[in-house]
């Protein structure tokens, strides 16, 4: 299975930082990555897929990078709707798998 | 717009077989190539997949899952469904339905509770 690391697990920010995410896969997976923004008791919402495209309708605050085996997701503006759970995920190769996680949290 | 709905018991006992439906609205699960899965969280932890149908029937499992797994589709009533057995409390957890292997689409979510 491709391993999906996450860094950081968990990070404060304050309203209008810019925040990065980073994702590192074990071995190469093209652009095929995904990622998920997830709140409190709610199901995970797709934010980007194929490593940089934005899901309709998601706003332009969000962006994606990256190839390969090392991939970013940038909140260029962080507002209060934006502190959640992020997950990157690679569907390259079975089984998909997920990322542990960022926890955006308030400073 | 696409909807998807999960539903099935919230309560399985330790030993039985888990039995949840995905029904999906707004769109036609047969009409296009589209992978149809099933992603679990169990409380407080993170995602992982069990599974997917591709829209012509085949079926693809998680190997960690696999010997207990069957995901099977029902075109007439657009839904597609997920058998997991010989439950244990490690297999309590929000299951989730989703659409493709980015998963654009998701279900809100059912919570299965393993307990006797």
């Known amino acids: 299975d491709i391993q999906m690391t996450q860094s950081p697990s968990s990070l404060s920010a304050s309203v209008g930082d810019r925040v990065t995410i980073t994702c590192r896969a074990s071995q190469g997976i093209s652009n095929y990555l995904a990622w998920f923004q997830q709140k409190p008791g709610k199901a995970p919402k797709s934010l980007i897929y194929?490593?940089?495209s934005l899901q309709s309708g998601v706003p332009s605050k969000f962006s994606g990078s990256g190839s390969g085996t090392d991939f970013t997701l940038t909140i260029s503006s962080l507002q209060p709707e934006d502190f959640a759970t992020y997950y990157c995920q690679q569907y390259n190769s079975y089984p998909p798998t997920f990322g542990g996680g960022t926890k955006v949290e308030i400073k | 717009q696409l909807q998807l709905q999960e539903s099935g018991p919230g309560l399985v006992k330790p030993s039985e077989t888990l039995s949840l439906t995905c029904t999906v609205s707004g769109g036609s699960i047969s009409s296009s190539s589209y992978y149809w899965g099933w992603i679990r969280q169990p409380p407080g932890k993170g995602l992982e997949w069990i599974g997917s149908?591709?829209?012509?029937?085949?079926?693809y499992y998680n190997p960690s899952l696999k010997s207990r797994v069957t995901i099977s589709v029902d075109t007439s009533k657009n839904q597609f469904s997920l058998k997991l057995s010989s439950v244990t409390a490690a297999d309590t957890a929000v299951y989730y339905c989703?659409?493709?292997?980015?998963?654009?689409?998701w279900g809100q979510g059912t919570l299965v509770t393993v307990s006797s």
């Open positions: 149908i591709y829209y012509s029937g085949s079926t």
């Open positions: 194929a490593a940089s």
């Open positions: 989703a659409r493709r292997l980015e998963f654009d689409y």
